[in-house]
């Protein structure tokens, strides 16, 4: 069992205190004997009456005590006081250390670790520091992975506006309608960009508001594919809905459980030009189940634990269908997570791909 801060610091100065009194004890009894000793030899020499004697006993009883004394308090107050400074350094060398590592962290070195301590509120304080340092750095690394993702995201479209409002320039011709076109899909493009970022980081930062209800999911789920059926190509792909009537309501904010599932049912969209997409919900439990599967072209396994990163699209498919901002999966979910929830992911490729989360039952 270890002793924690405030035993150290109660056994410590009951260890100096009992130094300090058993030295000035030791001491005085070995010093005082000596020179009480050798004032009787003084006196043996010497001969006086007894009153002289006893007068001179007293004096040198005095003398001896005195100087025992002080002997005593000199070594027992510097035996207290190396004892004092080695617990003192014992307990500071580990806040020392901190402070040393803190100005590190300061610098942007984030490789160094505070070392555990014997002591258990010091320890306590070290693994809390440690969590502390590690979750800046993830924070730091996700801020330079946004800002090159953003700087990648940002560079083609803007690369075309001006490429195009150049070559106008230089022309000196109207721009064409086809490419007047290009230029407001790729104005839009920026423009659902800064939507989503704004999105991505309220929700990271638990900013965004939730009005939590019992949602029923059927109603819910005719309405989304409706919406859907109206955008899709007469060959592209089936939209359907598989649940019980009577599945129990769902606990969440009904804007962003839409959210969610547009932006699910969206993806599928994108990358099912043909096939079927298919919502549907279960019971689990104290969980609703809820999931979107299509008959797309599949993630490959080494892709999947990538999908609900920023800006992550996969090689296969970024190029061969139309594509949004690579946030959406993102935003999800964080959503899903806000509302108690999780959020996962299971395709091959050639075989489609399923989206499901659960949310609390109500």
Not at 104 to 118: I, K, L, T, Y
Not at 141 to 157: A, C, K, N, V, W
Not at 285 to 313: C, M, S, Y
Not at 325 to 333: D, E, M
Request: glycine letters at 8%.
């Amino acid at each position: 069992m270890r002793i924690g801060l405030q035993g150290r610091l109660f056994l410590s100065h009951l260890v100096v205190m009992l130094v300090g009194l058993i030295s000035f004890i030791l001491i005085s009894r070995a010093t005082s004997l000596h020179l009480f000793a050798r004032h009787l030899e003084e006196m043996a020499s010497i001969g006086h009456t007894m009153h002289e004697i006893r007068e001179d006993l007293l004096m040198g009883f005095k003398v001896a005590w005195s100087g025992s004394t002080a002997w005593a308090l000199v070594i027992g107050g510097l035996t207290a006081a190396a004892l004092s400074y080695w617990v003192a350094q014992r307990i500071t060398q580990p806040l020392t250390e901190m402070d040393r590592i803190t100005r590190q962290f300061a610098s942007g070195n984030w490789s160094e670790q505070v070392p555990r301590s014997n002591i258990p509120e010091l320890a306590q304080l070290s693994r809390s520091f440690n969590r502390l340092a590690l979750s800046l750095q993830d924070v730091e690394e996700r801020r330079r992975e946004l800002i090159g993702d953003l700087t990648h995201e940002l560079r083609t479209p803007l690369t075309i506006v001006r490429g195009y409002l150049e070559q106008s320039m230089t022309d000196s011709t109207a721009l064409s309608p086809d490419i007047t076109l290009l230029l407001v899909r790729e104005t839009r493009r920026l423009e659902r960009l800064v939507n989503d970022l704004q999105e991505l980081s309220k929700a990271e930062a638990g900013q965004m508001p939730l009005h939590v209800q019992a949602l029923a999911l059927p109603p819910l789920f005719d309405k989304l594919l409706l919406r859907f059926e109206s955008q899709i190509a007469e060959d592209g792909p089936a939209l359907g809905w598989q649940c019980d009537e009577e599945i129990a309501r769902v606990l969440a904010d009904r804007d962003r459980l839409e959210q969610i599932l547009v932006n699910l049912l969206g993806n599928a969209i994108k990358h099912t030009p043909q096939g079927h997409i298919t919502l549907s919900a279960w019971e689990a439990g104290n969980q609703i189940w809820i999931a979107v599967k299509d008959t797309g072209p599949g993630i490959a396994p080494n892709e999947l634990p990538h999908v609900f990163e920023r800006f992550w699209r996969s090689p296969l498919t970024q190029h061969q269908y139309a594509v949004g901002t690579g946030i959406g999966l993102a935003i999800s979910k964080r959503l899903v997570e806000l509302q108690g929830g999780q959020i996962a992911v299971e395709s091959a490729i050639g075989q489609g791909s399923t989206f499901r989360f659960s949310l609390p039952k109500a």
